[in-house]
């Protein structure tokens, strides 16, 4: 150990706890920096293994009729180093299910031949059993195992043939197919081919049935043969290959004709980018049709196509430059006052021959020391705080992403660790580099007269001469004089000093301020998104039951589903059921607008008396407490353009749009609670409940943002700008012919620009429709006072909508309909034992009596639904998030909080010497106090605002990444962390003061006067 290196160690022993907090700080950018990018590289990890699990590693896939060209293609794939591996599927044949077996298993059987490493390529492994050998066993879809009663052994025999398109009856010509590849996260144009009578359908082509899907074809089976199998396994993942248009696959190994459509899978090496793993393929299989794996690539590092993705991109950027930045910070500071401190030191060094390189190098050498110590125990803390954090919440994060089978680990990745290291290395050494070279250039006679360490500029030096000049003194002494007295003054001379000290210190505090308002940003946008995606809110209930009724079919000609049964028209109306005449239960005759809207009105208040009832009967259940009720239907409104926020002005958004008379046309919904629940809402927005009573001016509740997402991006919506009045249709008449239905389309605006407009419509006889202008039509509104735009949706309406969302009281159904006649019915329960399951299963039986004994209505559908794995999987994204960033806040708090304490501390202990020779001349104790205390104060005031403004920059490049996942965000500060910062940052500058006048105080006025610092 040479001499630089000897006197390099002493000084870090003979500080211990500046070496201590030094180490600490070091140590936290590290785990953080490690934290941060474990987790990125642990969840991508974990979705490369889900996606593969699930879907198979395959990365291009060729679908294209079999024929020797394309076997000569495979050939040559198969023998080309750059790819990895392959697998291929082949359809052998379809074959036709029973009724009873369509309704498990879909429509048809696709069986399809496999060759190759089908189970790591394309994730087609057994549940139970084995995969085929040859082309007379098979593996099944395991819900013919469930469902079909099959079991492993079984022979099983179809008739299988190939599918034929034909034309239906009376239809002529031909059309167009394509592929289903949009919906397994995969990428390809559109597989254009064209299907005439006759043509055979392969597996990428959907069943074809012309009554369903409007279509000029139908298809049957031809040329069918008896084959028979041996059950050999079962699967139970679903993925891309096992997934086709016409059913589920049943996998044999061989059988397939010679021309069979064929699907070519295959892995390649050595591409970098989508557009190289599309070459490659394109070079393999020239003039065939490709589809990509996208989702397996955006995994592999391939391909980075989502939003989301870039989301996560920038935030780990952002956050990692925000921890080389506060790592900076506070070993610049720990070594700047080293430096600063033991300057004495260094011009002895240079009196006795010391070179700068040596006396540069010793600095240097510090910090190399501190690095060595603190990055080791930084990557441990990281890395063990990811184990702990995954190890808790990493079966929640499995669930969430819907591969429970695939656990959520932690990914110890060697270039992370690589990365981080390196990183807060160089992080050290750039730290270090100024005040090394300060240490350096550091002159023998200042340094042995010990005034270095007290040295003014030329500029605080008069400005301090002018403060304490005769003609001054007993000028006005400032505020803080005046308030603080003698201590006030000198704190506001040694200010004017210029001493780099206090502007270390306010540079602490402002990047402390930075470090947590970052945290509060991160935790405020991220929240908001997690709120969009989950759709803003939890389901009232654990347990909710659903239906709508048939208005034009009465009970005794009704059909029903789920648990509901056909009424035999004996059934005879309770006491408290709805039981209106016949008369009400059909749609209004031709006749007035005023009167069709004075019909449907009646009906659909016939309608909430029966679901009224219908709660009341299910909230008698055992076990079941209500939480309450809601009715939904739809709205046709008009409103100003003032009122109308963007989501609602822009065509695009689909939900609107600005008509030719300058309003604002929209399709939104009115959501009925019941009352009570409306009653609690209105009260906690300040409304008098009773003002949403009157018939003859109607009130109601708007949300102010809606939530959305448009396939590319979430979306988080402005609906309303301010309250005002809207007009909704409640009736269109044409020639006095009720119209059955009001769509949506464009007509010519201003200045021949496309304009929003209702399209209102009559049912011909021929099942056809006739358009006419709303302009031509007879039309019946209602107005509609918004009195008050909330920001929260009520509990019982759940998740709110994208559009226009009117919440009035259930008691409002009773007059006003808003043109409907077919509302939708939402009840809500709690358990009251915790057994939903069973609660969900009673209610579903307590309410198919209801509307088969007491409605008059037929149902047009009924439903139960247990919410309970819903409310627990929005809990469990919202825990995920809040704990990610409740940990990332406590370690850039420790971060700011050990910077602010070194900064402060060692500020005052340099100071020694000039707070003895204060008390040296008389300075009493609490004239002392009160000179630090104003320093103190002068050093927040000057932290806090330069910290705000690099917080207001920091949050502003958040917002920008995470709204790339999302339009709509409005940028805001998290106040409440404003708050939280600026008492962290006095508690810590307290405790700093408090440390520093305690190593002040214990020295001897005579010896600190002799000695320097150290």
Known sequence: ??????????????????????????????????????????????????????????????????????????????????????????????????????????????????????????????????????????????????????????????????????????????????????????????????????????????????????????????????????????????????????????????????????????????????????????????????????????????????????????????????????????????????????????????????????????????????????????????????????????????????????????????????????????????????????????????????????????????????????????????????????????????????????????????????????AGSLNVFLGTLTDVVTGGGEMAGEVGVMAQLDAETPQDAGTVDGNAQVSDGSATGAEGAATPDAAATQPAAPTTPEAVAAANNELFASQAKVFAGAFQDLSQVAGAQPVGWKMGTGLYAMLPEAMAGEALVDQENGMGGKMADGRVGTVGSVAYLDDAAFDDYAKSLGLDPADFRDPAHLRAIVLAQGYGNNGSVYQLLNVLREPGTLEALTAVTYHGEPAAGIGVGATSGEGNAEAFAFQPYLEGDDDGVEWFPLEEAEVQTVSVEVVALAEEAPAIASARGEGLQLIVPESMAAYQGFGSTSPIFYSYFDSADGDHGALAEELATAGSAYFHDKSPYGLAFYSFNDYIEQRDSNQMIATVVNVFCLLFAVILALIAMANVFNTVTNSLILRRREFAVMKSVGLSNRQFRAMVAEECVAWCVRGLVPGVLLSLFVSFLLWQVISGSMTGLPFTLPWSYVALAAAMTVVAVGASVAYGMHRCRADNVVEALRVDAV
């Open 1 to 518: 150990m040479n001499a630089t290196t000897n006197f390099t160690v002493k000084s870090l022993r003979a500080n211990k706890v500046r070496t201590l907090v030094t180490i600490a700080g070091v140590a936290l950018a590290a785990a953080l920096l490690t934290a941060v990018l474990t987790t990125y590289v642990s969840l991508n990890d974990y979705l490369y293994r889900s996606e593969a699990h699930l879907a198979g590693t395959w990365m291009a896939c060729v679908e294209a009729d079999g024929s020797s060209a394309l076997d000569e293609k495979i050939a040559d794939a198969q023998a080309d180093p750059q790819v990895a591996g392959t697998a291929i599927m082949r359809d052998v044949g379809f074959a036709k299910l029973t009724a009873d077996q369509q309704n498990t298993q879909g429509t048809y059987l696709a069986i399809r031949s496999i060759e190759g490493d089908v189970g790591d390529i394309c994730g087609i492994a057994p549940s139970e059993g084995r995969l085929p050998e040859n082309d007379h066993e098979i593996m099944l879809f395991s819900t013919w195992n469930d469902y079909g009663g099959v079991n492993l052994g079984d022979t099983v025999t179809f008739d299988v043939g190939q599918r034929v398109a034909r034309l239906a009856p009376g239809e002529e010509g031909s059309m167009s197919a394509g592929t289903m590849t949009a919906s397994w996260g995969v990428q390809g144009e559109a597989h254009e081919s064209e299907i005439t009578d006759g043509t055979p359908l392969n597996s990428s082509m959907g069943v074809l049935e012309a009554d369903i899907d409007g279509g000029i074809f139908n298809e049957d089976i031809t040329n069918t043969e008896e084959s028979t199998y041996t059950v050999v396994g079962f699967y139970d993942r679903p993925g891309y290959a096992l997934s086709t248009a016409a059913g589920m696959v049943g996998v044999t190994a061989g059988g397939a004709a010679p021309d069979a459509f064929t699907d070519v899978f295959f892995t390649l090496n050595d591409v970098a980018n989508t557009q190289q793993v599309e070459e490659a393929a394109e070079a393999l299989f020239p003039d065939e049709h490709v589809v990509l794996h996208t989702a397996m690539l955006r995994y592999m590092g391939v391909s980075s196509d989502s939003s989301i993705w870039a989301t996560f991109y920038g935030l780990v950027v952002v956050l990692a430059a925000v921890i080389v930045v506060a790592c900076v910070s506070l070993i610049f500071n720990a070594f700047n006052i080293s430096v600063a401190e033991r300057i004495k030191q260094f011009g002895l060094l240079s009196s006795v021959g010391a070179s700068r390189r040596q006396l540069r190098r010793a600095v240097v050498l510090e910090g190399a020391i501190v690095a060595v110590i603190g990055i080791p125990c930084g990557l441990l803390i990281g890395l063990a705080g990811c184990a702990a954090t995954f190890a808790a919440l990493g079966p929640a994060i499995s669930q969430l992403a819907g591969s429970g089978e695939v656990a959520f680990r932690v990914a110890v990745n060697g270039w992370v660790l690589a990365a981080a290291s390196v990183l807060t290395f160089v992080t050290v050494l750039v730290s270090v580099w100024i005040p090394a070279k300060r240490a350096s250039r550091t002159n023998i006679i200042d340094s042995l007269r010990a005034a270095s360490g007290s040295r003014v500029s030329k500029r605080g030096a008069a400005r301090a001469a002018k403060c304490t000049g005769a003609s001054s003194l007993w000028k006005a002494r400032g505020a803080a004089g005046c308030v603080l007295g003698v201590g006030g003054m000198l704190a506001r001379i040694n200010r004017k000093r210029g001493t780099g000290k206090g502007r270390a210190a306010s540079v602490s505090l402002a990047l402390a301020i930075v470090l947590l308002m970052t």
